[in-house]
């Protein structure tokens, strides 16, 4: 069992940038690889980023691509989005999700769900 809990989301302006972390339970974190996702109100939950459970390997979306960086530290058992050039399409609440061992772009691949942060991006 893996429990997740999101924080950093915040207003921020156009141009701007935020962190986003992931707090995970349990002693098999590294185990793990760990995607974060968003949901814009009316869309669809879509893949944004996502990192093997080494940390070795790390994927995006072709739109975040460039802007935001995911990174883990297994020790503390966290997964951050560091977001940079931040867009008012970037506006969503944003989750982080757990699968176990292989990364997928999917959100039916995943096992475990945070509860979200919402980031709003003003124009």
């Known amino acids: 069992q893996v429990q997740l809990v999101e924080s950093g989301g915040g207003l921020v302006q156009a141009g701007g940038s935020l962190r986003l972390s992931c707090a995970a339970s349990?002693?098999?974190?590294?185990?793990?690889?760990m995607g974060w996702f968003r949901q814009a109100p009316g869309k669809e939950r879509e893949f944004v980023a996502a990192?093997?459970?080494?940390?070795?390997?790390?994927y995006y979306a072709d739109s975040v691509k460039g802007r935001f960086t995911i990174s883990r530290d297994n020790a503390k058992n966290t997964v951050y989005l560091q977001m940079s050039s931040l867009k008012p399409e970037d506006t969503a609440v944003y989750y982080c999700?757990?699968?176990?061992?292989?990364?997928?772009?999917?959100?039916?691949?995943?096992?475990?769900w945070g509860q979200g942060t919402q980031v709003t991006v003003s124009s």
């Open positions: 349990g002693r098999t974190f590294s185990s793990y690889a």
């Open positions: 990192i093997s459970w080494s940390g070795g390997n790390t």
């Open positions: 999700a757990a699968r176990y061992h292989d990364w997928g772009p999917q959100v039916y691949e995943y096992d475990y």
